[in-house]
């Protein structure tokens, strides 16, 4: 057993994994119509490779990768494309965004999979990386950050550890825990591959200590596999264990700078779920088309975890699950701490869903009535990241963007621990996520008008450049009428003179 | 199906203001038993007086400045204020005393400043001070504990009950008459007249360590103290740093000079050392946040309070020290910034 560092604050809350564990992984059963998003982290959109009407095969590319931080997206079963158009999109904000919309023809027809990357470590990593991103291959904790980029460390820096993440510290979610307790040897055999890829020698498998049964199949996993750079960790359950950053401390002792990366500090951080999709890509070629989901909350009849195709609307999660409790209140995708509530259950499931909450009146807050804060300090106890919230707050509440950054706003990673431990019920992390948003703004329009500004000089100065051009010309100008003058002076004076001398002539004629 | 949607996180939140406040308020249970026992049931009715005051004082001023104000009685904040206060005064306190120091701390130190969460300065210290200006004779007139008057002399419930609405005591004697200085009174005055210790403590109103029946009482905010730690309501940080700031110097000077000045133990098991350790510096609005901050905050407290107590003029100093290191907050919080994640010092 490793030396644990741990990470300061946290919170000790009431894991409620039991109701969706209580039943093994099931697979939904084929739907009628998949919605698929261009854009699903963070990042430029696919480009849509499919015209409407086009019959498509499960694992046929249907919008190919645009730019380094893109992927390409999947059909998720064959069918006909019905359209390429704007429909709600799972994202806090509840707005629309490209999606290509496919009719399922109940065949599921699977285009011919990749040819399997048989030895791993025969190849270029640079193909394996290539592989993971034409399968699309994506973070599935939760942020579906393209894993390609993640596995391929730049400016000469190596890792020396790779950290894969099964600590889902939420409450609620368990897709983790089921995905391990039936596939860790693919997750392992992913891991092998990504330190392969990494040419890292050592990787940590954190999985936290309220999983058991996760964990003894992952020490069974790695025995089997035989591989003795893995090793499982486990790590206390408390909140946000199973944030990269937090993670890291706990693991290693190691600090990600601010507004640095993990590989800073030498470490590459995966999903448990990110790494058997990997294994998959490679070995089987596979695209990644669908994902575990947990379905829970006592706003759902049979919580329980399932494997649903991505595009899949979660009302068709729901109804596999026995449908709505008729106390449902809340719809959240993501947990109880940092998911974000659904205005509509239309919307469908993503490579970054992992869980569908489906909460009531007891399980989530709908009105805060907030006193004003009497500095107890409890939310600068719980912070993980050693910021001083009641601090933030005076700030941010003044709007004094200058004091925010010099509390370090931009380290807030909106773990909601602040606001959960707040007796006055203030909503700390709205007013921290409201502070950063226009802090963002007022750079976008300064940068702007920077933009502006330089605009204006240059055309000042191309004016000035021109006037100074013109007046010179017209120096010239009046230089060579000058001179031309001066000619037809001399002209005109020989003239004279030949006049004169004629004139003279004339008088002495006479 | 749609759903009304609210931003993360979801989780409801564990605390409120007056659950903490409600905690408190039970935490002053044991040392209000062993108050009751030793020096008579005055507390209560100076307790009554006291909450019944201050919450009207609140009620008029939240409808003054326009605020809310159900959801503001409810947080309880105005009963944590009179209570410390009325610890703070002796059992026979006229009501009118009282209730000015109340009325003070409600109005004038709490909501001129901006109400709940904005007062730089401890309400209830802030009351105690005027009094203690405005009326030092009463301020000083404690009862000797009941377990040292001869039998049938204590003033019992109604007899002190009378004493609070009317100034003076039914009957021939006089509160003047019966009442006494309080042990730390006795030992700043007589230390005065260089007596020593072993002297002064001979007295029957010295206990084992600190006042007779005072050390009980400390022992209940002990108690209640220790558990308001168990349960977060207050962090260990200004206790223990109250306490050091107290005892380090004392111990000090008691081991150079035993025979003139007071043992440790004594300066914590009397005045208001353990009230003001446990209830009073912990008082979160008017405390520093951080906790290297809490720690300066409580030394500087703890040592206030031990030099105004052996040097000042003041036989207790717990209302002086906090008020003063109320003060130094802003700047205490400013310098004393926890390293965030990720960053250098």
Known sequence: MKDLHGFPGGLALAPRKAQSTQQPLARLPLGF??????????????????????????????????????????????????????????????????????????????????ASIEDP????????????????????????????????????????????????????????DMLLREQADEVIAGTAVMLTALDCPRALVAIESDTPDAMAAVDAAIEAAGDERIQRVMVPTVYPEGGERQLIQTLLGREV????????????????????????????????????????????????????????????????????????????MGG?????????????????????????????????????????????????????????????????????????????IECG??????????????????????????????????????????????????????????????????????????????????????KARKKKDD | MRFATSPAPHLAPNHSVTTLMLRVLLALVPALLAWVWFFGWG????????????????????????????????????????????????????????????????????????????????????????????????????????????????????????????????GAATVDAISRATPLDVMKTELGMARTIAEITADPRFGDIGGYGWEWIGNGIIVGGLWLIYTKVIRWQIPVAVLAGVLVPATFFYLLDPGSHASPGFHLFSGATLLCAFFIATDPVSAATTRLGRIIFGVGIGLLIYIIRTWGGYPDAVAFAVLLMNMAVPLIDRYSRPRTYGHER
């Open chain 1, 417 to 502: 621990c602040c606001d959960v431990v707040c007796p006055s019920h203030i909503p700390l992390v709205q007013y921290f996520r409201a502070a950063k948003t226009e802090i963002w703004a007022r750079e976008q329009e300064r940068r702007k008008s920077d933009i502006a500004r330089e605009r204006y000089e240059h055309r000042q100065a191309r004016l000035a450049r021109e006037a100074e051009a013109k007046k010179r010309r017209l120096e010239e100008k009046k230089k060579a009428l000058a001179e031309r003058k001066k000619g037809d002076s001399e002209v005109e004076s020989e003239i004279d003179a030949i006049m004169s001398r004629v």
């Open chain 1, 121 to 176: 470590s025969a190849v270029h990593p640079s193909r394996l990386r290539n592989r993971l991103r034409e399968c699309g291959v994506a973070g599935l904790g939760g942020a579906a950050f393209p894993t390609h980029i993640k596995l391929n460390p730049t400016g000469g820096r190596k890792a020396d550890t790779l950290i894969i993440n099964g600590a889902q510290c939420e409450p609620y979610i368990s897709c983790d």
């Open chain 2, 43 to 170: 507390i209560i009715f100076n307790l009554l007086i006291a909450s019944t005051v201050a919450v009207a004082a609140e009620a008029l001023m939240l409808k003054l400045r326009g605020r809310p104000i159900r959801r503001h009685l409810m947080d309880l904040t105005a009963i944590v204020t009179a209570a410390l206060l009325v610890f703070c005064l002796p059992p026979t306190t006229p009501w009118w005393i009282t209730t000015t120091g109340a009325v003070f701390a409600i109005v004038f130190a709490k909501h001129l400043y901006g109400g709940l969460g904005h007062n730089p300065f401890n309400p209830a210290m802030a009351g105690y001070v005027v009094l203690l200006i405005s009326f030092p004779v009463e301020m000083t007139q404690w009862l000797p504990p009941r377990q040292l008057v001869e039998d049938g002399q204590f003033p019992g419930a109604w007899a002190q009950l009378v004493a609070i609405l009317t100034g003076e005591l039914p």
């Open chain 1, 257 to 332: 700078p601010s507004s640095g990366l993990p590989l800073d500090v030498g470490v590459i951080c995966h999903n448990v779920a990110t790494a058997r999709a990997a294994w998959r890509a490679i070995h089987h070629g596979e695209a990644l088309t669908e994902r575990v989901v947990t379905v829970s909350g006592n706003g759902v009849r049979q919580p329980r975890n399932v494997i649903a195709r991505l595009g899949t609307p979660v009302a068709e999660l729901i109804a596999f699950c026995g449908g709505y409790t008729d106390s449902v209140t809340r719809l959240i």
């Open chain 1, 336 to 412: 109880p701490m940092m998911g974000f509530a659904l205005g509509d259950d239309e919307v469908p499931v993503v490579k970054g869903t992992t869980c569908i909450l489906a909460a009531d009146e007891s399980e989530v807050v709908s009105h805060k009535e907030a006193l004003p804060c009497i500095r107890c300090g409890e939310c600068s106890e719980a912070c993980p990241a050693g910021l001083l919230p009641q601090q933030l707050y005076w700030y941010a509440q003044d709007r004094d963007l200058d004091g925010v950054r010099d509390y370090h706003l931009f380290d807030c």
């Open chain 1, 33 to 114: 119509e998949y919605v698929l998003p261009l854009l699903q982290h963070e990042g430029d959109p696919a480009e849509p490779q499919v015209t409407v009407g086009e019959r498509v095969l499960r694992g046929q590319v249907i919008a190919r990768a645009e730019g380094y931080f893109s992927l390409p997206i999947h059909a998720p079963t064959s069918g006909t494309v019905t359209g390429i158009l704007p429909r709600p999109i799972p994202h806090p904000s509840g707005l629309m965004a490209e999606c290509i919309v496919i009719e399922a023809d109940g065949l599921d027809e699977v285009i011919a999979d990749k």
